[in-house]
């Protein structure tokens, strides 16, 4: 079955520890991307990735790192995490734009509470 | 500057047919998205439009006005199951997505 999976699905941490939210998809994508989702705010685009290696900015980027090092992985990394990050993240993927469907396939989720 | 707006919150009946705008500025266009996402769900694709005119998928149809930076989400026959958050989105000469807020849509029996 074609799915993004993301892990943990719901986290409640501290400010300050160090976290990793994974992300991986089976449809051999080359473009992932990481989504913070606030009330009233819709989807803000943290950072994105074109291929293996190659990362890019969103609008949001402040406060958070990813890596390609694998074209299925594309984990996100908060290495202070601060109560403002706070939210619903979506790990998401897709052929590469422009050159596809474009059609973006959203994994199921991940619910953060920094206290 | 890019901005997507639609409406916040909407309500119809079951049965009935419900037309959810949305209206957009990008850099550039390379076309204009649909997805639906039930509360505490991920998003799903619903329909993409990068001409002008109708595209009709069952119960769902989407129109795109690119001189008026403009489309609609056209249900039908609502059913319960309708009951979600739309959002709109469009792509800028980068194929960068850019989001609206999402409609969210209450369906009444």
């Known amino acids: 079955e074609a799915q993004v999976t993301q892990n943990p699905r719901y986290l409640i941490t501290v400010t300050g520890k160090k976290l990793t939210v994974t992300c991986s998809q089976n449809?051999?994508?080359?473009?992932m991307s990481w989504y913070r989702q606030d009330p009233g705010l819709g989807l803000r685009q943290i950072y994105y990735?074109?291929?293996?290696?190659?990362?890019d900015k969103g609008d949001v980027p402040e406060g958070y790192k990813v890596s390609r090092k694998e074209k299925r992985n594309f984990p996100l990394i908060l290495e202070s995490p601060s109560p403002n990050q706070t939210s619903l993240y979506f790990c998401?993927?897709?052929?590469?734009?422009?050159?596809?469907?474009?059609?973006?396939?959203f994994g199921p989720g991940t619910r953060l509470t920094v206290l | 500057g890019q901005n997507i707006d639609q409406p916040t919150e909407m309500t119809a009946t079951e049965g009935a047919i419900v037309q959810i705008n949305c209206t957009y500025q990008?850099?550039?266009?390379?076309?204009l998205f649909w997805y639906q996402q039930h509360a505490g769900e991920a998003p799903t694709f619903l329909s993409y439009?990068?001409l002008d005119g109708l595209e009709e998928k069952g119960r769902f149809s989407s129109f795109l006005s690119r001189s008026k930076g403009y489309s609609y989400l056209l249900l039908k026959e609502l059913q319960m199951k309708d009951s979600a958050s739309y959002l709109c989105?469009?792509?800028?000469?980068?194929?960068?997505?850019?989001w609206g807020a999402g409609t969210k849509l209450i369906i009444k029996p």
């Open positions: 998401a993927s897709s052929e590469i734009p422009g050159q596809g469907t474009d059609t973006q396939y």
């Open positions: 449809m051999n994508h080359e473009y």
């Open positions: 990735s074109m291929n293996v290696e190659v990362t």
């Open positions: 990008t850099s550039g266009f390379n076309g």
């Open positions: 439009n990068v």
């Open positions: 989105a469009g792509m800028d000469s980068n194929y960068q997505l850019i």
